[in-house]
């Protein structure tokens, strides 16, 4: 059986890692809905909804983002 291309990172990978991607980006959405329904859906700091939903991406030996810029 052939091996499928993910295109959750570019790489031939198998459904183990294919679902461990897709369940982290699912609890990621999971977060920021949290922080939405905790402000009663009247606003949230945009830099706590980004660090929600990018949290992976902004630690480790990988880190892939940086945020910067003033609160809003």
Avoid: Y
């Avoid at 999971?30 to 939903?53: C, K, T, Y």
Wanted: proline share 4%.
């Amino acid at each position: 059986m052939p091996r499928k291309r993910s295109s959750l990172r570019g790489k031939a990978v198998g459904w183990q890692a294919t679902r461990a991607c897709f369940v982290a980006r699912l609890l990621a959405v999971s977060r920021v809905h949290r922080i939405l329904v905790d402000g009663n859906w009247s606003g949230a700091p945009l830099r706590g909804l980004a660090e929600a939903q990018l949290g992976h991406f902004l630690q480790g030996k990988e880190r892939r983002a940086q945020l910067q810029g003033p609160e809003v």
